[in-house]
């Protein structure tokens, strides 16, 4: 009976040690600063969090995390993004020797730390990143196309069709899932248009702010003024601001119109009437007063006349 309760408690003890490491995975570094959902292998995520190695980070339609790695490296997770931490060989000099991080798909900013820059890979669904101490963003769509951008130092990209070289501030490439590299050149707002989403690169774009370090280090390459592009239609908003709205005055001028079938009868009368009106008491009604007057006054006389007259030849 001994025996078999020390088997048991050694079988249950294996047990727990052998799950052990699996639950307590190595945390690779922690969470800085986390906006609406983020979510990670033990649920959602918070300031001060730690990120544990092996661990999928993904991120809400308007989600934002950004995350400080042991040696310094940093990671900017945008919204609508999956990725996983997948080799994280930490030494003691507080640097790595092995750090691969695997992006499924969305927008990411990544900044190298301390360590070589041989530690670090990214790898995407069209190719693999080699950074070279480097600030860079990168886009993955749902189809598996990646969009690079680099922001300072170097950088390569490589996939089945080959490798291009980034060296320049803003240069850019652009692969497909099945193997094919563009040649490097300088990104211009042309770059939504090619990939299809206009929501692609949101921390150069602007449609999405960082903080702190994470933004310190970026910049836009130009791309902010592509969601700039509408004050043309905002323009003619403002030419019709409330200044011209009060010439609505216009309704008096139906009142000069006939406004009904019954008030013709008063125009008619108006044009029979106003020639009297006028007329009369400047000319006519005068002249009626002066005309009575001087035959009334020959009449007078006359009839003293004519009977002096006739009184003499009748003598």
């Known amino acids: 009976m001994l025996r078999l309760r020390h088997a048991a408690i050694a079988t ?6 052998g799950f052990t490491p699996t639950m307590a995975a190595e945390a690779v570094g922690e969470a800085v600063r986390i906006k609406t959902d983020v979510s990670g292998q033990r649920g959602p995520l918070a300031v001060r969090d730690p990120v544990h190695r092996d661990e999928r980070i993904r991120t809400s339609r308007s989600g934002l995390g ?3 790695f042991r040696d310094g490296s940093k990671l900017a997770v945008g919204a609508g993004s999956s990725v996983v931490i997948d080799k994280f060989v930490f030494d003691d000099s507080k640097s790595v020797q092995k750090l691969t991080v695997v992006a499924a798909k969305g927008t990411f900013r990544w900044i190298s730390g301390n360590s070589k820059h041989s530690a670090y890979e990214i790898v995407t669904p069209a190719g693999t990143i080699g950074v070279r101490g480097t600030v860079f963003d990168f886009y993955i769509g749902g189809d598996g196309t990646t969009a690079m951008v680099l922001l300072s130092g170097a950088a390569e990209f490589c996939g089945r069709g080959g490798c291009q070289q980034l060296t320049r501030r803003c240069d850019c490439v652009i692969a497909k899932r099945n193997g094919s590299v563009t040649e490097t050149r300088r ?3 042309n770059i939504f248009n ?3 989403n206009r929501a692609a690169l949101p921390f150069l774009s602007g449609d999405q702010k960082l903080s702190g370090a994470f933004r310190a280090a970026g910049g836009s390459c130009g791309l902010t003024a592509a969601l700039e592009v509408k004050p043309p239609d905002r323009a003619p908003l403002r030419a019709t601001t409330p200044q011209q709205q ?12 006939p406004p009904s079938d019954g008030d013709p009868p008063h125009n008619d009368r108006d044009p029979d009437r106003d020639p009297p009106d006028r007329d009369p008491p400047q000319g006519d009604q005068d002249r009626p007063h ?12 006359r009839p ?7 009184g003499d030849e009748r003598d």
């Not at 249950?12 to 040690?17: E, F, G, P, Q, T």
């Open 246 to 257: 009060p010439k609505p005055t216009k309704p008096d001028k139906p009142r000069d119109k």
């Open 66 to 68: 950004q995350f400080v």
């Open 194 to 196: 090619t990939l299809g």
């Open 12 to 17: 249950l003890s294996v047990a727990l040690y």
């Open 290 to 301: 002066d005309k009575p007057d001087r035959p009334h006054a020959d009449n007078h006389d």
């Open 187 to 189: 990104v211009n707002r």
């Open 304 to 310: 003293h006349d004519d009977e002096g007259g006739s």
